[in-house]
């Protein structure tokens, strides 16, 4: 298995569930014994580098493409605003305006335009983090403040991943577009939750998202004996495997506040990532073998 790479993500329907908690910390006990790569894909509230620093840390900035009307030539025709889908160009009296937090980067306009009268220039939207962390490779993106997209750079990160290591995806919270392009494409993805109404909630949005991108998941209840079983229950009657229960402890709180890693004072939470690893593997051989017989 580890020599094919394994990527798994680490989701969340909301925030506060301890999403980054696990994601790191599972990283951290498989890099002991495997080849880890830990990637950050919350790249508008990334915080993985806090608990793996990696150093030597190496920046590189990230941009896309975006057009720019030239100097002259054109005849003001609209094309360019109407095979637009998201509304980045606009034709206002004598001048083609761009509006580069909609633009998604696709060139249609710049294609299409009979004048050629576009050019694309380089935008800035924030930069990619790596280097060694602890036995693993760490990479991560960071969005600039003011950009509203963050799938253009989840998908840089996520193409400077290697194919042959075990990658272990921190996901963003919610189920939005950000969430998708983390979770797209990877092996298995496990979802984090904790047992409050808010928590279920969400938990049920994120369960509905996963089965829409068809995309293998099961649940880790977090904080599982501060409610009455209602996400026990859940699960059960929508077949959803509980892949770990990790009651409340204070120490995990007191780790996180402070930036260290649960697994380096705990060796029962240590024993449990790997318990929840080996549960990950059981399910991505079953639904390997599943798809090999069709």
């Given at each position: 298995?580890?020599?094919?790479?394994?990527?798994i993500?680490?989701?969340?329907?909301?925030?506060?569930?301890?999403?980054?908690?696990?994601?790191?910390?599972?990283?951290?006990?498989?890099?002991?014994?495997?080849?880890?790569?830990?990637?950050?894909?919350?790249?508008?509230?990334?915080?993985?580098?806090?608990?793996?620093?990696?150093?030597?840390?190496?920046?590189t900035?990230?941009?896309?493409?975006?057009?720019?009307?030239?100097?002259?030539?054109?005849?003001?025709?609209?094309?360019?605003?109407?095979v637009?889908?998201?509304?980045?160009?606009?034709?206002?009296?004598?001048?083609?305006?761009?509006?580069?937090?909609?633009?998604?980067?696709?060139?249609?306009?710049?294609?299409?335009?009979?004048?050629?009268?576009?050019?694309?220039?380089?935008?800035?939207?924030?930069?990619?983090?790596?280097?060694?962390?602890?036995?693993?490779?760490?990479?991560?993106?960071?969005?600039?403040?003011?950009?509203?997209?963050?799938?253009?750079?989840?998908?840089?990160?996520?193409?400077?991943?290697?194919?042959?290591?075990?990658?272990?995806?921190?996901?963003?919270?919610?189920?939005?577009?950000?969430?998708?392009?983390?979770?797209?494409?990877?092996?298995?993805?496990?979802l984090?939750t904790?047992?409050?109404?808010?928590?279920?909630?969400?938990?049920?949005?994120?369960?509905?998202?996963?089965?829409?991108?068809?995309?293998?998941?099961?649940?880790?209840l977090?904080?599982?004996?501060?409610?009455?079983?209602?996400?026990?229950?859940?699960?059960?009657?929508?077949?959803?495997?509980?892949?770990?229960?990790?009651?409340?402890?204070?120490?995990?709180?007191?780790?996180?506040a402070?930036?260290?890693?649960?697994?380096?004072?705990?060796?029962?939470?240590?024993?449990?990532?790997?318990?929840?690893y080996?549960?990950?593997?059981?399910?991505?051989?079953?639904?390997?073998?599943?798809?090999?017989?069709?």
């Amino acid at each position: 298995m580890e020599s094919q790479g394994l990527r798994i993500a680490v989701a969340s329907g909301k925030g506060g569930t301890g999403k980054t908690t696990l994601a790191t910390n599972l990283a951290a006990v498989l890099a002991g014994e495997n080849r880890v790569t830990y990637a950050d894909c919350d790249v508008e509230e990334p915080n993985g580098h806090l608990f793996l620093p990696p150093e030597p840390e190496v920046r590189t900035e990230e941009t896309v493409m975006v057009p720019v009307a030239a100097e002259g030539g054109c005849s003001l025709c609209g094309l360019c605003a109407d095979v637009c889908e998201f509304n980045a160009l606009a034709v206002m009296g004598e001048k083609v305006l761009s509006f580069t937090s909609l633009c998604h980067s696709c060139g249609a306009c710049v294609m299409l335009c009979p004048e050629r009268a576009l050019d694309e220039s380089e935008h800035s939207i924030g930069f990619i983090r790596s280097g060694p962390a602890r036995g693993l490779s760490f990479i991560g993106g960071s969005l600039s403040i003011g950009e509203a997209q963050a799938p253009p750079l989840t998908r840089a990160v996520k193409k400077q991943l290697p194919h042959e290591d075990i990658v272990i995806i921190d996901a963003p919270p919610g189920t939005s577009c950000p969430v998708i392009a983390a979770v797209r494409d990877v092996d298995y993805v496990i979802l984090v939750t904790e047992p409050t109404p808010f928590g279920m909630n969400d938990l049920r949005l994120a369960v509905g998202m996963l089965r829409s991108l068809r995309q293998p998941f099961g649940v880790v209840l977090n904080r599982c004996d501060i409610s009455d079983g209602l996400a026990r229950d859940y699960c059960r009657n929508e077949s959803i495997r509980i892949l770990l229960e990790i009651p409340y402890d204070r120490r995990i709180a007191e780790a996180y506040a402070v930036g260290r890693l649960v697994v380096d004072d705990d060796k029962q939470f240590r024993q449990q990532m790997r318990s929840l690893y080996q549960a990950v593997i059981q399910e991505v051989m079953h639904v390997r073998a599943r798809r090999s017989q069709r």
